[in-house]
Each structure stands twice: as C-alpha cells, then as structure tokens.
C-alpha cells in the first residue's frame, strides 16, 4: 500500500531537491520532496550559513550563464519571498603569480563581459588594510560577486514549493528506489511512495542511491572554521569582499562576518576521502594548522588563528570537478543530480529548473558539460 504518490518524487530535500521541488511546483507540478532530516541541517552539504557567488568564474567561462541565470532567480526569490539572500560584498579571486586561479577568473569575466579590475597584490593590501600580498600576487577583483545565507535561501525556496502546492517530507530516510513498467517505487522509514517521474538529488549519499550507475563520485570531509578577529567591523560585508586564494597548492576562501561567530576561513582543496554515515564530525587540531592556520598567519591582520567555532561539512567530488546532472541511461524516468564539487550552492535556482524540465519535458536535452557519459567507456 503506497503512503503517497506524485507525478515527481525528489529524493534528497538539500540544496537542488528543494530547488527542483520549488521549480515542479512553480510549473504547477504534482512533486513530494522527501529529507533524511529536518529541512536544512548541517549534516550534508549545506552546512556552514553562508555560500560565496562569484560570476566571474574561475572554473570555466561555461558557468558564467548559468550563474547569471541563477543571481536572477535568487534576486526573484528575494522579491517573491520579502528576504535578503544574497549580499553583495564584491570578490578577490587571487593566485601567486604562476597560478592559474586568479587568471582563469579574469579569462570568464573577459569572456562574458563581467565587470572586473585586474590588481597587483600590494594594491589588494594598500584597498583593503586587512589584507597582507606582495607583488608576487595578483588579483581579480569583481564588484558583482558576494554571498548568500543558506538557511534563508533553502527555506524561502521551500516556502514557495509548499505555497504552490509541493510536499516536503522531513525526517524521513528513503531506503532504496525500484523502476518498473507499472511505476516507480520509492521505499522510505514511512512506506512506499509512487511516481512517474524520479529526481535523486542526494548529495554526499547519492554514491548509495545511485549504486548500480557507479558514479566516479568521491565525498570529501571539509571542516568549516570561524576564527576571532581583534575588530568585527573590518570584516563586514561594506568593507571585505569574499575571497579566494590560490598560493602553493592550496585553495582558501572565506567570507565576510555578519552574525557569524567570527571569520570563515576554509581550505577548497584537499579533505580526507569519507563515507557519509561515518564521517568525524569533530574538528581535529590538524583541520587549522594544515592550511587554514598558516595561510591566515601569512596574510591576515587582525585574525587569531583561535577557532570561534566550527562544523564539518561535505563535497561529494567528480574527476573533473563538474557536476553530473542527467537522465539515468537505465531508464530515463529516473533524474539525478550529483556530483557538485564544492561549488554547487550559487546555482541551486538554474539547477534545479533544469532538473524539473528533464523530469517533465522528454525534449529538454542535458548540459553536455554535465552528461554522465563522459565519464563512461566509449564502445570498443
Ligand atoms: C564547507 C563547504 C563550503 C562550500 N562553499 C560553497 C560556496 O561558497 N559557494 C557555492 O556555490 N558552493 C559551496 N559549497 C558547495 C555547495 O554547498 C554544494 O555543492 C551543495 O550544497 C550541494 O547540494 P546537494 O543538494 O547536492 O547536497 P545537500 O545540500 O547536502 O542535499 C542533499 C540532501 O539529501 C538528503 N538525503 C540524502 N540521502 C537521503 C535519503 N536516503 N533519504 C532522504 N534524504 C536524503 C540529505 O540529508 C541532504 O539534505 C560548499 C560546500 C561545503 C561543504
């Protein structure tokens, strides 16, 4: 006996199914939404308040639309809804010079016609005093860019969904998905579920819902760090832009301070390879002094290298780093949405959409960039 049914099912209420789920029902789109947990929490990959939007994009001039596209839908959730999502703070994408960062950022902005201002490291020092770079740096500053809350964003987008008539079903742990000529079954804590149509969008736990596609995905734990600062006022968002700094194979970032406990530093690159269920939650002192620490030490004033506070947060990685967002070879009824490397949160809006038009829309082709296939062997 099915404890419900919907035209689409999207396992995973995160960051893109609630965004999938807003954008069926927005359609008017018959869509349940069923969460393992409450509806935003920090056990995923949505912890941690705050996500950077940067346009002028520094992994690959190809997401720059797609980013402009989403800021709009953000902008129009804002409007819709009466909250603040997105700050706008500007950002630095930096690189020592040799680096790639800084200049992959300038070649997008180039590109696509995204205002910026190319900067020698001292000027980043000599504009923003808390800064400390030498001429061995250089800049990318674009004033566009800035930050969103998490928990207002994901909730608005939810509040829209259930305003238009969506379902979000919170607690409750989808166990396993079967497709078949008479439907698509979706088996969870409460019961069984049917539908025509079926988004997985599970984030870290997608590598198990996904099993039988085998996925190059790979989940990585990302501890997210607030450090004390001597003046919280030198780290608002009218004065610090949010960041990325390329120096000596790693890749830091950090945001503005709003009603955080202090300044999020974070390390983008590297993360012990976890499993979602089993991840270490607690933060070991090696997470601040392997990257984050020395980095703030060789170019932050005005920050202690004490933690403030902390949490642990997930990427689920790709071998290229770009999302795999695609119709199940196995049976396209079947929609899945992983993969999002670190870099996923600005785009919730236009990935989502782009879910809900695969799931309803037999004409809407895949982003090629993101299509499963290139991770699987052509025929012999
Ligand atoms: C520390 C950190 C910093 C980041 N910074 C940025 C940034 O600055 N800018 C940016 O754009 N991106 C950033 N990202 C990336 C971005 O947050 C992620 O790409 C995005 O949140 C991924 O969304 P998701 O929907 O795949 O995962 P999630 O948001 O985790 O959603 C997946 C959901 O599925 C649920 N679920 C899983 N299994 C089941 C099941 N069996 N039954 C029911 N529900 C289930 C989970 O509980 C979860 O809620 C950051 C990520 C981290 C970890």
Redo the contacts with the bound molecule.
Sequence with gaps: MAVGHAEVIV?????????AGWALARMGREVIV????E???A??????N?????HAYAEGPDYVPLVLEADNLWQKLEQETGQILLTRTGALDISRIGGTHARSARASAEKHGIEFEWLPGSEVSRRWPVWRFDDEFEACFSPGAG??K?APA?RAMASEMTRYGGRLRTN????SWSADEHGITVS?SAGDYSCERLIV??????G??LAGLGLPLEVRR???LWFQVDDRDAFAPERFP?FMVQDGGHEL?G?PITDDPGLKV?E?TGGDVVS?DTVERKIRPSDVTHAVGPFINAHLNGVRVNVADS?V????VTPDED?IIDRDPRDDRVIF????????????PVIGQHLAALATDPTTQPYPDFAVARFQAAPA
């Design positions: 396992i995973g209420g995160g960051t893109m199914g609630t965004a069923l969460e393992q947990y509806h935003v929490h056990m995923g990959s949505h912890g941690g705050t996500r950077i939007i940067r930050f969103l998490v994901l409750e742990r989808v166990s969870t969008a599970a984030g870290a736990w997608n198990k819902l990302k501890p997210v949010v970032y945001l974070g983008h979602p949490s947060c997930m990427y689920t999302f949405a992983a993969g999002f490397s670190g870099h996923g949160f600005k785009f919730a």
